[in-house]
């Protein structure tokens, strides 16, 4: 459950950009939230609204997107999608993959005002 | 509470220095609530968008840059251990250092919630160790093993070991400067720990499997787990030892030296700290 002290970490990326861009309220937060970030998007729901309470981020509407996973397999040069860490290579079933995306935990865009 | 670290201000402690302080780093970072956000900006009440792309952890990937530098500049090898709680992490840590400790300075950070009893254990050997409490928190960061480094003053070409807080899911997400993140997983739990935990093993540059005297008594595959283990993470080392026989502990000693010259290689500062 380490969901809310990365909310925590998002407040404080919020506090740093409000004073370097002039803004004293967050309207909207976009997330990237990759399937492999060992990162759940429920939960990291439930600890910004409690986080951000009474900040400038208090009620800010939180979209997460979730891009898909895709791994390159070592084996067969096969670059596929995948559903977990754990998958083989949909192609020749080796275990030799390379995650290419999926582990992204990235703050994308704020609407601000 | 925290902005940086994520732990609530005293709650986290590090041992001998009352509760976790803030000031003296070169670093800055606020409070909620005391913050200049706090103040209401004039002037600027349109509202915009803000592309950022920036990483959620990039405060937390940040300290334990700073920590890498650190440890690179003063030629310190570094090892972050990670596991369950009870598969055998302090024990392992303290037979490791009454082998590695004879030849070589070494230091530990222990973290966990609360108590400092692994931290005696391996003071008990000579070893000089810090424990970091962390409360309510599940992992230990960056941020804090910058205090506690400042804390242990540290020798020049020195091993530092740090054992995280029993947790095989958040410990996997915070940097911490380390050379690399060994996972312990003892013969008492399954072997398809790999695939119930992947972040860890995936995080982990080494797997040891502990408790291996057990292994009469215990239904454990020892090439089923290794197998579970390379699904996740084909590069994984894996070591099999025994903190309480003895058996491959060697093996796990030159292991770290190994690994320790291959980070250091080509660098004459280590070669002349050592």
Not at chain 1, 6 to 28: H, T, Y
Not at chain 1, 35 to 47: D, I, K, Q, Y
Not at chain 2, 176 to 181: I, P
Not at chain 2, 196 to 216: E, H, I, S
Request: glycine share 10%; with cysteine; net charge negative.
């Amino acid at each position: 459950m380490h969901e809310m002290s990365l909310c925590e970490n998002i407040l404080g990326i919020l506090l740093d950009e409000a004073a370097s861009q002039n803004f004293s309220k967050v309207d909207r937060v976009c997330l990237e939230v990759g399937p492999l970030s060992g990162v759940e998007p429920e939960a990291l729901r439930f600890g910004f609204d409690v986080v951000t309470r009474g900040s400038l981020a208090h009620g800010a509407q939180l979209d997460i997107f979730e891009p898909e996973a895709t791994a390159t397999c070592a084996a067969c040069g096969t670059t596929a999608v995948i559903q977990d860490r754990f998958d083989p290579c949909p192609s020749c079933g080796s275990h030799l993959l390379k995650i290419k995306t999926g582990e992204e935990l990235r703050i994308k865009e704020l609407e601000v005002s | 509470m925290c902005t940086v670290c994520g732990c609530r201000s005293g709650e986290t402690r590090i041992e001998d220095g009352a509760e976790h302080s803030h000031g003296h780093h070169a670093h800055h970072h606020r409070h909620y609530g005391t913050g200049d956000a706090g103040a209401s900006v004039p002037g600027m009440s349109q509202s915009r968008l803000i592309q950022l792309e920036q990483d959620i952890l990039s405060k937390n990937n940040s300290y334990a840059n700073a920590n890498r530098r650190y440890f690179a500049e003063h030629g310190i090898f570094a090892l972050n251990l990670v596991s369950s709680p009870g598969s055998g992490k302090t024990s392992l840590l303290v037979e490791t250092l009454k082998r590695l400790g004879k030849t070589h300075a070494c230091y530990v950070i222990e973290g966990d919630q609360q108590t400092t009893n692994d931290a005696d254990r391996i003071r008990e050997t000579g070893v000089p160790a810090l424990q970091i409490n962390t409360g309510k928190g599940c992992h230990l960061d960056g941020h804090m093993i910058g205090h506690a480094l400042e804390r242990l003053a540290t020798k020049d070409g020195a091993y530092v070991f740090i054992e995280n807080v029993g947790n095989l899911v958040c410990p996997a997400a915070f940097d911490l400067g380390e050379a690399h993140k060994v996972a312990i997983l003892s013969v008492t739990e399954g072997e398809d720990k790999p695939l119930k935990y992947p972040d860890m093993f995936a995080a982990a540059d080494v797997m040891l499997l502990n408790k291996t005297d057990l292994l009469p008594y215990v239904d454990f595959d020892v090439e089923i787990a290794t197998a579970n283990a390379r699904k996740i993470n084909p590069d994984i080392k894996v070591l099999t030892v025994s903190a309480q026989s003895g058996d491959g502990l060697e093996d796990w000693v030159d292991w770290i030296g190994t690994a320790r010259a291959e980070l250091f290689a080509g660098c004459s500062a280590t070669d002349a700290a050592e």
